[in-house]
């Protein structure tokens, strides 16, 4: 599939991770299913999710794909009174990817990025790797090397 810019963010700094293809014949798969095709554990499989607050800075916020965002948390965690998500028309022209193959490393910008706590418990975890059918496979604490990424609870309880 060739080399994203993730990827070579990754190899650049000498992070260890492996990649995964998977097909996608519509052009985009819901991280629930993303994760069937992989063969990973939906806990282990995360998503992208860019939210933007008052300051108007996009932030990212990886969690788990079966799991829901709170912006209440994510809100705490940013120092933002309200965060929403950032209207997926923006996608593109803030972070480079394209939806459905948004990963948190490489974007055009080092945003403020946020772990979701979950993925301290998980050896490995599996984002995305910056195109719709590729994944990448990394510990969480180089993710949070990578991308200066805090940890906190940001899902739904």
Same mark, same amino acid.
């Given at each position: 599939?060739?080399?994203?810019?993730a990827v070579r963010l990754l190899d650049?700094?000498?992070?260890?991770?492996?990649?995964?293809?998977?097909?996608?014949?519509? $052009?985009?798969?819901?991280?629930? #299913? &993303?994760?069937?095709? %992989?063969?990973?554990?939906?806990?282990?499989?995360?998503? %992208?999710?860019?939210?933007? $607050? $008052?300051?108007?800075?996009?932030? &990212?916020?990886?969690?788990?794909?079966?799991?829901?965002?709170d912006l209440k948390k994510a809100a705490?965690?940013?120092?933002?009174?309200?965060?929403?998500?950032?209207?997926?028309?923006?996608? %593109?022209? &803030? %972070?480079?990817?394209?939806? $459905?193959?948004? #990963?948190?490393?490489?974007?055009?910008?080092l945003f403020r990025t946020a772990l979701?706590?979950?993925?301290?418990?998980?050896?490995?975890?599996?984002?995305?790797?910056?195109?719709?059918?590729?994944?990448?496979?990394?510990?969480?604490?180089?993710?949070?090397?990578?991308?200066?990424?805090?940890?906190?609870?940001?899902?739904?309880?």
């Open positions: 599939m060739g080399k994203t810019n650049a700094q000498k992070i260890a991770h492996k990649t995964y293809e998977y097909s996608a014949p519509e $052009g985009f798969l819901d991280g629930v #299913s &993303v994760a069937r095709s %992989t063969g990973f554990p939906l806990e282990q499989v995360f998503k %992208t999710l860019l939210v933007r $607050g $008052g300051s108007g800075e996009p932030c &990212v916020c990886i969690i788990p794909v079966a799991e829901e965002l705490r965690h940013f120092g933002e009174k309200k965060l929403e998500m950032l209207p997926s028309r923006e996608l %593109t022209a &803030v %972070t480079g990817y394209i939806k $459905g193959g948004c #990963s948190p490393v490489g974007m055009k910008k979701d706590e979950s993925a301290l418990g998980q050896k490995t975890i599996v984002v995305s790797a910056g195109k719709v059918g590729l994944q990448m496979e990394l510990a969480p604490e180089d993710l949070c090397r990578v991308t200066k990424a805090g940890v906190c609870p940001l899902t739904l309880d």
